[in-house]
């Protein structure tokens, strides 16, 4: 009895020091990690060493290791000898059942700020389909499923890594879905301590003898063939920047379609949807490089089971039921996936902004300008709302966590960076925007200032103040009205306007000004700062009829005043 009460003190007190743990303050700086795949018994066993870093300002002695709650720790060593942990459950959403399996491990030493120590684990379990963190928070199951479509399983496996399955350990403070947006806040703070981590995982696959050797797919910079080896296919994977990619594997019965820009592997009876896509990959592929330089390695694009399923990307590798990518969007979708596999940027503004991008961009090259500005039409709702609590007196702790360059929201970062390159093309033109991206390495990117320097090189416009506005601070959205148009006569039969513009939002921008008249219109661009006024003088050759602010270019708080009509008696 009194060794029992003494247990459950211990434990008692074990779970009280687990509220005051700092989760967040070590990075796993590598990822050593063998690991078995056993399919028919659902079932995913790791083996191996990870490298902690301690980048907290304190020495710490307790470290927190978090696994998926499917998975069960078996052993944590250092220097071969075994360490003392508790294994307890961890509710967050960081996991797709919605909880983890966290191991609370006291380190043989206390470990100095910047300090490292090599941890030897082990661990195991199964990872089948479970939406629990959707369904619990009102998601229909079947739309849950078709979102969290995870699992291992004899016919068909795919496994994504921390934000949708926990299957290598991380540290992460708890999440909830119903909380706003603090899964991907969390994650994102998460990706960035891990930007300059690395990963080597060697995948073995246990198989058949007697039945068909499925193919092993891992999204990691590196990953040869996998090659047979006793009853099991095995794969030694890299990964060079483990913050940039969510960790990946898929395993199926594929068929392949090969291209020389990407590779498209289908499941059996989806050919004709697999060439569709690899032909409009085809497509796209020169015009893409002309914009973002040569691929630095084949796109993958892997069939998805579920016809249903959310498409997901990462790296080169994008995971999607090619029975439901619609043939007229296929060009599309390649686009976004050959840019990139063309071009990386550890910074998800730039990264995913310029994927979304090189999709407007392709619309233009397709059919006209009209159509891209479309296309980011749809896009702007996403992030306007966002944007909309800014637009009145925005606080600088906002101004700050909203930035582009700081930013967890996904809609700001790909929606919202789409426009911001767009309209960074409009102002300095697309030969210089091309040699400013064709500048640009990855690895010099150390500071948020780098890619305006490179843009800033190609142009003698100032830029400073709209990458104030719009990346390295969230000011809102711009409001743009014609407060008057004044116009006179010129000889023999023009007519010269005075347009004043104001602003009333927070955001500057360069602005197209149209001014109409009957067979034709000129445009010419202003620059209104946020909360001020611009006046532009344009020339017609006939009698104007209305004045335009905005082609949809800019996104815009509020649209419903950008045009001016202007009345034959008001010419003079």
Not at 121 to 133: K, T
Not at 348 to 357: K, T, V
Not at 380 to 394: C, E, I, L, N
Request: one cysteine or more; proline letters at 5%.
């Amino acid at each position: 009895m009194k060794l029992r009460l003494c247990f459950l003190c211990a434990l008692c007190a074990s779970a009280l020091n687990a509220f005051a743990l700092d989760r967040e303050a070590f990075t796993f700086t590598n990822y050593d990690l063998n690991v078995r795949i056993e399919p028919e018994q659902q079932r995913l066993g790791v083996r191996g060493k990870i490298t902690l870093r301690n980048d907290s300002s304190t020495p710490q002695k307790i470290a927190v290791l978090q696994i998926s709650s499917s998975l069960d720790w078996r052993s944590i060593k250092a220097g071969g000898k075994p360490l003392q942990f508790v294994s307890q459950p961890y509710n967050s959403d960081i996991d797709h059942t919605g909880s983890l399996s966290e191991a609370v491990v006291t380190l043989p030493d206390s470990l100095p700020p910047k300090g490292t120590v090599d941890l030897e684990i082990a661990y195991e379990g199964v990872i089948v389909l479970d939406a629990a963190r959707l369904t619990r928070i009102g998601t229909p199951e079947a739309a849950a499923n078709s979102t969290d479509w995870d699992r291992i399983s004899v016919k068909f496996t795919a496994v994504r890594g921390a934000g949708y399955v926990t299957w290598y350990p991380i540290a992460t403070d708890a999440a909830n879905l119903s909380e706003g947006n603090i899964v991907f806040e969390i994650l994102s703070r998460w990706k960035d301590r891990e930007s300059s981590s690395t990963m080597h995982l060697q995948v073995a696959v246990s198989s058949d003898e007697d039945a068909d050797q499925p193919e092993l797919l891992v999204n990691a910079t590196s990953c040869p063939t996998a090659h047979e080896l006793q009853h099991q296919f095995v794969a030694d994977c890299t990964y060079h920047s483990l913050g940039s990619v969510v960790p990946a594997f898929v395993i199926a019965n594929y068929e392949v379609t090969d291209r020389a820009a990407i590779t498209v592997h289908f499941l059996h009876g989806h050919e004709s949807s697999a060439t569709n896509y690899a032909d409009a990959a085809g497509k796209v592929t020169s015009f893409i490089s002309e914009w973002f330089g040569t691929p630095r390695g084949k796109a993958q694009t892997a069939d998805l089971s579920d016809a249903s399923a959310a498409p997901f990307e990462s790296g080169s590798l994008l995971l999607t039921p090619l029975t439901s990518t619609d043939p007229k969007l296929a060009g599309l979708v390649a686009a976004h996936q050959l840019t990139h596999a063309a071009f990386f940027s550890p910074r998800p503004w730039i990264n995913e902004g310029l994927a979304h991008f090189a999709q407007a961009l392709y619309l233009e090259h397709q059919s006209g300008r009209q159509a891209a500005l479309d296309y980011m039409g749809l896009h702007r709702a996403a992030f306007s709302a966002v944007d909309k609590k800014q637009t009145g007196a925005p606080k600088s702790g906002d101004e700050l966590s909203q930035s582009l360059v700081n930013t967890a929201d996904e809609e700001l970062y790909r929606s919202k960076a789409m426009c911001v390159w767009w309209m960074l093309r409009d102002m300095i033109g697309d030969q210089a925007l091309k040699k400013a991206l064709a500048s640009y390495h990855s690895e010099q990117d150390k500071e948020p200032s780098y890619m305006p320097r490179l843009l800033q090189a190609q142009t003698q416009k100032d830029l400073e103040w709209f990458f104030d506005d719009w990346v390295y601070r969230d000011r809102g959205l711009p409001n743009f009205k014609v407060e008057s148009v004044f116009t006179r006569k010129t000889l023999p039969e023009g007519y010269m306007l005075t347009v004043t513009v104001s602003n009333s939002g927070a955001a500057g921008a360069e602005v197209p000004l149209t001014v109409k008249f009957a067979g034709g219109e000129v445009t010419k661009r202003l620059v209104v700062r946020g909360k001020s006024s611009g006046v532009i003088r344009v020339e017609v050759p006939k009698l104007p009829q209305e004045v335009v602010v905005n082609d949809g270019s800019v996104p815009e708080s509020d649209t419903t005043n950008n045009v001016f009509k202007i009345e034959a008696s008001d010419a003079k």
